[in-house]
């Protein structure tokens, strides 16, 4: 068989330049990691508590769902526009924004627990939700894509998913002792401190990146002294107008985008309800507290599981050949998207008929956890596998993508999504698993037909770039 045939077959580590890389990425994810753990199972609960759930049930969910509307419906517009802006003035500028602004956030959460009104923790809430939304969108998008362009300027033969599955394995290993941390805390009414330690985390990561990360030098961005509103706001419309016509050109990429949209919304909707329901199934601090912890536990350890195994089947597929390493990453992504779906729609469907659930749930849960484990670094993968070359500069705006549909997603559907209170809340959730499971089967009926007639797209092989958030 042919040499340009086959993927890199060398150890990347032996690069040191790769090495670096690889230690910059890891710390940056466990950090991200770890702070998300102090708040992802959490900060649910800790709205529904402070709106009153335990008096109003259903006044409590509704405040709850709207800030998570609120908070994805400012992603939504800012997803590809900080996408875009990062494609312009350089993706180091915008990542060490997204630092800043997720210190104010984890800042934002520990003075709510100071709030004992509506109105004050509506008002905190929603600041929470828009330094959240600011935080998240600048850095998705822009720390893939410099990581991508990185990687492509010391090791071109390497491939993305070589290095993503890697700092992903690691990043569940990390949001898993964030979550026990955040839990220890919130059971004690210490909630506040996980947040603050969070802030502070952030605040050293910020000077890290700072120090740590250089800028690409194989694309052209805007010079310091043309970084003008006017200037800036006319070359994001320009790359966000060209991010849209690569995906509604492109199908499968349109599909990929649409399945991974689907499959964060469902995600978030997951994660930010889970305990609100387990909250309402337990009452005693002591059941709460122990499930809770298990939970968490069970579910970011296959996650890691999953991640650790999809760093071995990149290692297997990047010695074989550029079909079989897309065959491979198909049905990964496929069939981690698709089996979320069903275990959801299956628990609301049991939810919905009264039936007990005391193990289905946590499993149901699990499962979606799991997923997370194997679809960005998969969904990453993906995209830079099926863009074009002349289409590379617009990587950040395209991969920003999949993040603002879930967000628009969850913007429109937040509400429903969320069930009536949290003792029903999982009937909801069969919303967006329907959805994942009707676009995850879209997506890959696309990448079996591109598998069967392939054509030329970009990919990280040794020679030409033949047949990828």
Known sequence: MREADHMADENPLENPEVKQL?????????????TNGLYLYTYGPYFYEKFGGDFNASTAMLFTTVLLGVRQGMVALLEVPTGALADAIGRVHVVIVSWITRVLFFAALAILWLCHTLSATALWGIFASIAYAVAYTTFNGAFSAWCVERLREISPNTS??????????????????????????????????????????????????????????SLHFLPSHQVQWATITKRVGEIIGRGMQVCSKTPVLFWIIMAFGSYM????????LWPVYLKAQFGSAHHLGRNWIAIIVAAQTLSFLSA???????ARWHRGTAAAYMHGVRRMFTAATVVSALAVISLAWGTSQHISHLYFFPTAVML????????????????????????????????????MLRSVLILLLAIPSGGESGATSPIGWAIPATLLLFSATIANHYMRKISKHPV??????????????
């Open 456 to 469: 030329v797209i970009e990919g990280p092989t040794p020679s030409s770039e033949t047949p990828e958030s």
């Open 308 to 314: 650790r195994l999809l760093v071995r089947l990149n």
């Open 265 to 272: 919304f469902l995600l978030s909707v997951v994660l930010y």
């Open 368 to 403: 979606v956890i799991l997923a997370y484990g194997v679809v960005p670094s998969c969904f990453e993968t993906l995209i830079t596998l099926y863009i074009s070359p002349d289409d590379a500069p617009h990587r950040a705006t395209i991969m920003s993508a999949g993040s």
């Open 22 to 34: 690889w230690q910059i990425t890891a710390i940056i994810q466990v950090a991200i990691g770890f």
């Open 160 to 217: 993305y998913g070589w290095l993503s599955s890697r700092f992903y394995s690691y990043q569940q290993f990390a949001i898993c002792l964030g979550g026990i941390t955040a839990v220890l805390f919130y059971i004690n009414n210490l909630a506040a401190l996980g947040f603050l330690l969070a802030a502070v985390i952030s605040f050293v990561a910020m000077g890290y990146a700072m120090h740590a990360m250089q800028e690409v030098q």
